[in-house]
């Protein structure tokens, strides 16, 4: 049986594929968590700005290490890293924690909680010897992969659907305690 968990992260990468992030954001807030953190890498916020994912209603976005959401340490909850880049991929399947992104992915990796990523890499890059490698490394350590699909012929990040499906198992749906009535 899976462990689920209140808290989910949704780490992104500075892919094309992160305009993508509000309706991902807002598929998380559908399933049912009490806690939805959005973390993008450095890199970003040259695809979707901060405010288009704090914008997302029951979503705290997380920037900084001193971000109340995650003092004094970051909750645990699963970790949902899409889209993952090339870059983001390989540090992630090398233990490189240089960002704080990358920092909660590699801890929640080492606590065993659940760590699904939704690579978005490009033929090429997909076909690199560095991103195969990580691509086989990760899931021997209990990391899941949603694999790309096809669009035209080039891979692409997998459907918003897709991604929630993965997630799905390790929601512990939050029920707001019930407001009490006086009579």
Known sequence: MN??????????????TAARCPEILRGLVGLGFKT????????ASRVVSARELADVPGVQLVESYFDL????????????????SFNSLNK???????????SVAA?????????????????PLLDHPVARR?????????????????VDGAPRLAPTAVLLDAVRPFVRQYVPPATRVLR
Do not use: K
């Open 36 to 43: 939805v953190i959005a973390l993008p890498t450095p890199h």
């Open 134 to 150: 990580s691509l086989r490394t990760l899931p021997e350590w209990g990391v899941t992969i949603v694999d790309q699909v096809l």
């Open 92 to 102: 992630l399947a090398q233990g490189i924690a240089d960002s704080l992104a990358l």
């Open 69 to 84: 959401a995650i003092r004094p340490r970051p909750p645990r909850g699963v970790v949902l890293f899409a889209p993952c």
């Open 3 to 16: 462990e689920c968990f209140e808290t989910v992260y949704l780490i992104l990468s500075g892919t094309t």
């Open 107 to 123: 801890e929640a990796i080492g606590r065993g909680t659940p760590v699904i990523v939704g690579p978005s890499l490009n033929q």
